[in-house]
Structures are given as C-alpha cells and as structure tokens.
C-alpha cells in the first residue's frame, strides 16, 4: 500500500467517526428544514471571519499578541465541521445535487484562498518577506491541486491522489495558527516559526501533489 492509499484509508477512518458524533445534529437539521448550501454558506462566513480577524491582528494589535492568530485558527477548526457536514445532511436527507456539489467546491476555494491571503498579509505587515512567500506559494498549490483535479475529471480521468489535499491543509494551517497563539509567547525563538513553518510544508508537497496528478493524467491518456 502507497503512502497515498495508507493517507485516504487513515483520513476515510476519521471521517467515519466524525459522522458517528455529527449524525444526531445531522437528523435535526433535516427536521428544521436546514439545507447543505446553507450549511456550506455558514461554513464560508466563518472562515473569512477568521480571515478577518488575522488581518485584524496584523492591523491592530502589536506584534506578540498572538491570542487572536490563534481565537482565528480554533474559528477555522469549527468552520471546518460545516465542511463535513454539508455533504452528511445532503447524503442523509437525500438533498444531493449537482449544483450543491459545484457550490460546495466553489466555497472551498474561496475559504482557503481568504484564509491565506490573510495569512500572507500578516507576514508582509511584519516584514517576514520569506514566510509570505512561502504562504504565496501554498496558495499556487492549494489552486493547482484542486484545478488539476477538476480538469482531469472534465476528460474523463479520476484525480485524487496526493499527499497534501485540502483536509491535509486546513489541519496544517489551524495547526500553525493554535501553535503560535498558545507558545508563541512562550518559546525562546522566533515564535513566527510556528506559523510559518506548516506554510513551507504545504507549499512543498501541494505543489508536489499537484506535479503528481499531471503525471497521472499525462500517463492515464497514453493508455
């Protein structure tokens, strides 16, 4: 078993649990009438409320007051659930559909391009030139791997290998975010390490992600 397929089957074992604890919040939501684009929509307004608020940190508080990066990182974990569970009440409540599905992606990028882009600001606001580009380039991969995808799917091809696909991210990015807001008054360097250092790996291996499915498109099309 590749690294690829061990990655999927550990990340399919959590998602099952996860619908095992969401499944009765799933059930009421259908009885209220709550449908998966709401959900979805609920899911973006809290991430780009986190995006706001790392700008607002950048913006306004003094740089070591690293309480609100990481209050902005525990709003994208809570987002996140929305994630999951718009599909769970779309399957469960038989709401699914094709504009959901396309609706749902849309929302996706628009939550991690606001939550990096506000990364990046950060970083530039305190002059860490090195880290925003960093961050910079995890969003080109962030895009690529997802574009990469939805192209080879429209020829027919199925994509969805790779090591850093956008759970992998997410996890990453609030990981750094929680880092910094608890230790980054507490270690004895740099505390933007912390940050930035889950930026340099995404940026890493989503490009590296996104290199592998053009090599398994290209190979998929000389069959």
């Not at 559909?97 to 929302?107: C, E, H, I, N, Q």
């Not at 860490?128 to 969003?139: E, K, M």
């Not at 990469?148 to 996890?171: D, F, H, N, S, T």
């Not at 507490?186 to 291996?205: K, R, T």
Request: charged letters at 15%; aromatic letters at 10%; a positive charge.
């Amino acid at each position: 078993m590749n690294i690829s397929s061990q990655a999927k089957k550990r990340r399919d074992a959590i998602q099952q649990g996860i619908y095992c604890v969401i499944d009765p919040f799933v059930r009421l939501l259908i009885r209220m009438g709550v449908t998966p684009n709401m959900v979805t929509t609920v899911g973006l307004l809290g991430n780009l409320a986190a995006a706001a608020l790392i700008v607002y940190a950048a913006l306004n508080a003094p740089f070591g007051h690293f309480s609100l990066l990481g209050v902005a990182g525990a709003v994208i974990l809570f987002s996140s659930l929305f994630d999951m569970l718009d599909g769970r009440l779309a399957r469960t409540g038989n709401m699914v559909s094709r504009f959901g599905a396309f609706y749902d992606s849309v929302l996706d990028r628009y939550q991690e391009l606001a939550t990096l882009s506000a990364i990046t600001f950060y970083f530039m606001h305190f002059h860490y030139t090195w880290a925003a580009l960093a961050t910079f380039l995890s969003i080109i991969g962030s895009v690529m791997v997802s574009y990469v995808r939805a192209r080879a799917e429209g020829l027919g091809i199925e994509c969805k290998m790779g090591l850093m696909q956008r759970p992998e991210r997410v996890v990453l990015t609030v990981f750094g975010l929680l880092l910094i807001g608890i230790l980054g008054n507490v270690v004895h360097f740099d505390p933007i390490y912390l940050l930035a250092l889950p930026q340099v790996l995404i940026a890493l291996l989503a490009n590296y992600t996104a290199a592998m499915r053009i090599r398994h498109v290209y190979r998929a099309m000389q069959q």
